[in-house]
């Protein structure tokens, strides 16, 4: 197998250097190998002239791309997968790798009608100076994922991995102590780059549809964005007796609920995360949320959890919802089974299932343990066939 490693970094007196040598290193003592374009060695070209922005911007195939750009497109689609090595530099990819995505990123090759192949895998290996919760602390590496994975990588190769080596600045300690096990990393990296994830080799039955969006008579079901900040916290995840009816925590401030939206957002990544805000049409309140927050790929089946505000209970909502979703489990997902679960005391949750036509499958006994006892687990479900 091949590999183009994207290489990008000013200087030799680097550890990135390093990375992208202990890579290679584990890509070739695997057997396999690789072509490299190393940005600025090569004084990759990275501004777009206007007749270029023309081109893309309008979305036209002529006039045909400049050499530079068609000699790396070739190289894409004469290997089986893209690495990319570099330095965070703001949060970001250094300008010169930027610089590269506009100008070989182009209509015709990689959107519009494209030619680009679809590639085996997606690597980007980036190298930090800060330590990972410094990078995490204001969202910035959910930024630099969401930038390289869910748009310059999305749908482009069959497996993405962003992979972060931290506290690499020479200004802290870190960088000396981890120095040998960082390397290690990136040697394995290499190493491993075509071995097949157990993840997602597992034989796969069900539709990678994500969250979409869901309409019903009062409700719109659909993905979370950082608008529902302030409701969500105001009528669920900041609300104790509601978070604690299904088993999760408090968010006590809006700047937590955002990191939890911000996470759910995320994993909307990944076409196997199925989780809704629930809107009420009427006040365009995000009023709760509902989820497969249990998916089984190869056994395909889903498990509901859901959950509705206390001012918004006993109008029927969470029926409402959990119905909307358990069509939407089977039919656009292709669930064989949906499965619920709840506290034998929780009389509301029961009465929702119980509409929702759930069959009682059993009980586990003592599963939970709140305020100083112990309490079951209540499992229903539906099968796909009675669902007809
Ligand atoms: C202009 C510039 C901006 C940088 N910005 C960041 C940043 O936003 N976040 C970060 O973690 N490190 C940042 N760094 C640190 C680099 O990622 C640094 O190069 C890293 O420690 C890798 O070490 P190396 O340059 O020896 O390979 C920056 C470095 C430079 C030169």
């Given amino acids: 197998m091949k590999a183009f490693i994207v290489y990008c970094h000013p200087s030799e007196d680097s550890f990135t250097s390093h990375v992208r040598d202990a890579f290679i290193k584990g890509l ?14 090569m004084d990759f070209k990275t501004d777009m002239t206007e007749e270029e922005y023309l081109r893309e911007g309008f979305y036209r195939d002529t006039p045909i791309v400049a050499g530079d750009v068609l000699a790396e497109q070739e190289k894409i689609n004469s290997s089986d997968a893209i690495v990319f090595i570099y330095p ?25 009608t494209k030619t680009m192949k679809m590639l085996e895998k997606g690597l980007v290996l980036c190298v930090a100076g800060k330590a990972a919760e410094g990078l995490e602390e204001f969202g910035q590496l959910d930024s630099m994922k969401t930038v390289m994975l869910g748009d310059r990588l999305f749908n482009r190769v069959k ?15 870190l960088r000396n102590t981890r120095w040998d096990q960082n390397l290690k990393t990136a040697y394995e990296k290499g190493k491993t780059l075509f071995v097949p994830n157990e ?26 964005n950082l608008d529902d900040v302030d409701s969500a916290f105001r009528n669920w995840a900041g609300v104790e007796e509601i978070q604690d009816s299904y088993g999760e925590p408090v968010y006590e ?82 669930f064989h ?41 209540m499992y229903f479900s539906l099968l796909a066939d009675s669902n007809k």
């Fill in 337 to 377: 089974k949906v499965q619920i679960s709840c506290r034998p005391g929780n009389i509301q949750s029961k009465r929702v299932i119980e509409k929702c036509g759930f069959e009682y499958e059993g009980t586990l006994r003592d599963f939970f343990y709140r305020n100083g006892k112990y309490e079951g687990r």
């Fill in 88 to 112: 965070v530099f703001w949060t970001e990819a250094p300008a010169k790798l930027v610089g590269w995505f506009d100008r070989v990123w182009t209509y015709g090759f990689a959107y519009g």
């Fill in 253 to 334: 401030t809006p700047e937590k609920t955002e990191k939890l939206l911000r996470k759910y957002i995320i994993g909307y990544l990944s076409g196997y995360k199925y989780r809704w805000a629930v809107i009420e049409k009427e006040s365009g309140e995000c009023i709760g949320q509902i989820a497969f927050y249990h998916v089984e790929t190869q056994n395909c089946w889903g498990e509901i959890e859901y959950c509705i505000g206390k001012a918004f209970q006993g109008k029927g909502y969470a029926t409402e919802a959990t119905k909307a979703v358990i069509d939407y489990g089977f039919k656009k997902i292709g």
């Fill in 159 to 173: 497996q993405a991995e962003f992979f972060v080596i931290d506290g690499t600045s020479r200004k802290i300690e």
């Fill in 199 to 224: 993840e997602t080799e597992k034989p796969v039955r069900i539709e990678a549809c994500g969250t979409q969006e869901i309409e019903t008579e009062r409700l719109l079901l659909r993905q979370f």
């Fill in 28 to 41: 070739e003592d695997s057997g396999n190998e690789y072509i490299i374009s190393d940005l600025y060695k």
